[in-house]
């Protein structure tokens, strides 16, 4: 089955390959090109990781965005597409326990949209802008039920790192989940990005990565964050999944009032169907049991952890 895609200057055929893998059951979804389209050179390319374009596997019960078989970027539930899927996508959306109402949000990388839908559905107050560089995943927005660009929401289709250096906005939350098929995007992975990250953020703003890949790739993230943001940021490990969320304020002397954010967080549960209670709870014991400086392992940690990432981007050139 196939069908006409257009998206960020992309046309294609949305092409629906059944897996012929008792181990990926579903169905395969590629944009190509019709002289492209071979069927079996395809698949095979994708399951020897050969294959460069982003694509879609779909079992009924859940869609999820991949850039090789061998990581889910983004999943969403077919029968609930709207709600968040992922624990750490529940976890980033934590920054509503210190910036209640936001009016002007930042999302650097859309993957499947999971939450730029949330944010669009359960934030209605909120002007929502969405940085993704690469068109072929912004030509599957209408698999994941993205919302169309209208007054309030657009997607973009840039390179985060620059738009954060052109762009002369404030916003209240800047959310950043920025990958590609080789793992952090190059773009972001330089202090810069994160120095310019805080520039564009109101004066009580926030800034919420996720963290995931190599030990090594977290910890020189989580140096660089730190570099720019100094000792206010509370580093939350996921549960089950080999990432942290971040989370950063503008304000350095902000501190959190952990009784109101907990007793805030019992009210947020039912409105917004995330378990706020526990996430107010893993990020005040990270507090408590200094998270953060265990994770940068002092500046001989910082350091062989930056190297590594300096390696890893000399190796992609």
């Known amino acids: 089955m196939s069908e006409d895609v257009a998206g960020a200057g ?17 169905i395969f979804k590629l944009i190509e090109k019709g ?5 079996d050179t395809l698949l095979e390319r994708i399951v020897s990781g050969n294959y460069d374009r982003p694509f879609v596997v779909d079992d009924g019960t859940s869609r999820a965005l991949h850039f090789s078989l061998v990581y889910i970027q983004s999943e969403m539930l077919v029968a609930r597409p709207f709600e968040l899927a992922l624990a750490y996508t529940r976890k980033m959306m934590g920054f509503l326990l210190f910036v209640a109402q936001p009016r002007n949000v930042l999302l650097l990388g859309l993957g499947g949209g999971s939450l730029a839908k949330y944010c669009h559905r359960h934030l209605p107050l909120a002007r929502i802008t969405v940085v993704e560089i690469s068109p072929d995943v912004i030509a599957f927005r209408d698999e994941f039920h993205v919302p169309r660009d209208d007054s309030r929401f657009k997607v973009v289709c840039a390179d985060a790192a620059d738009y954060i250096h052109a762009c002369g906005e404030q916003f209240d939350v800047i959310l950043t989940d920025a990958f590609d098929r080789c793992g952090f995007a190059e773009s972001v992975s330089a202090p810069r990005f994160y120095a310019s990250a805080c520039q564009r953020l109101s004066p009580n703003g926030m800034l919420v990565a ?3 890949g190599s030990k090594d790739e977290r910890v020189a993230h989580l140096g660089m964050i730190h570099e720019t943001f100094g000792d206010n940021i509370l580093a939350v490990p996921v549960a089950d999944e080999a990432n942290q969320v971040v989370f950063s304020f503008r304000n350095r002397d902000f501190q959190p009032r952990w009784p109101q ?10 409105r917004f169907g995330i378990d706020f209670p526990y996430i107010a709870s893993r990020m005040e014991l990270s507090r408590k049991l200094r998270y953060l400086e265990r994770c940068l392992g002092g500046e001989c940690g910082k350091a062989s952890a930056a190297a590594g990432l300096r390696k890893k981007r000399d190796s992609r050139r």
């Open 261 to 270: 954010v907990g007793s805030q967080a019992q009210s947020m549960r039912s």
């Open 10 to 26: 992309v046309r294609g055929e949305l092409l629906e390959l059944p897996s012929p893998y008792s181990i990926v059951p579903g």
């Open 210 to 212: 996720n963290l995931a």
């Open 35 to 39: 002289e492209c389209a071979d069927p």
